[in-house]
């Protein structure tokens, strides 16, 4: 299973940010996808995933400003996020959990200025 993610980029506080992941293989809608994330100097950490049938969880310091979704149909991964704060900077990653195993994306750098 091959993921690219995309979407990062410079904002300001406050502003929006879309990432998406394309990922590889004709069973994409049987995958639990999730969105991960390592600012510097820090441990990667959980961000928001959603399972194949829908179901979606968060981070706690996300919860209200971030939204997970798919499009199976694109083989596609978002994360949508809004009212970016500085410390939502880090790079993100795109994780794939499969029956084959756990996949990683190369991440997107995100960096929110205040």
């Known amino acids: 299973v091959q993921l690219q993610a995309s979407g990062g980029g410079l904002v300001q506080a406050g502003d929006s940010l879309r990432l998406a992941c394309v990922g590889s293989?004709?069973?994409?809608?049987?995958?639990?996808m999730g969105w991960f994330r390592q600012a510097p100097g820090k441990e990667r950490e959980f961000v928001a995933a959603?399972?194949?049938?829908?179901?979606?969880y968060y981070e706690d310091s996300v919860k209200g400003r971030f939204t997970i979704s798919r499009d199976n149909a694109k083989n596609t991964v978002y994360l949508q996020m809004n009212s970016l704060k500085p410390e939502d900077t880090a790079v993100y990653y795109c994780?794939?959990?499969?029956?084959?195993?756990?996949?990683w994306g190369r991440g997107t750098q995100v960096t929110v200025s205040s």
């Open positions: 994780n794939a959990v499969t029956l084959s195993g756990r996949y």
């Open positions: 293989g004709r069973t994409f809608s049987n995958y639990n």
């Open positions: 959603i399972t194949w049938s829908g179901t979606t």
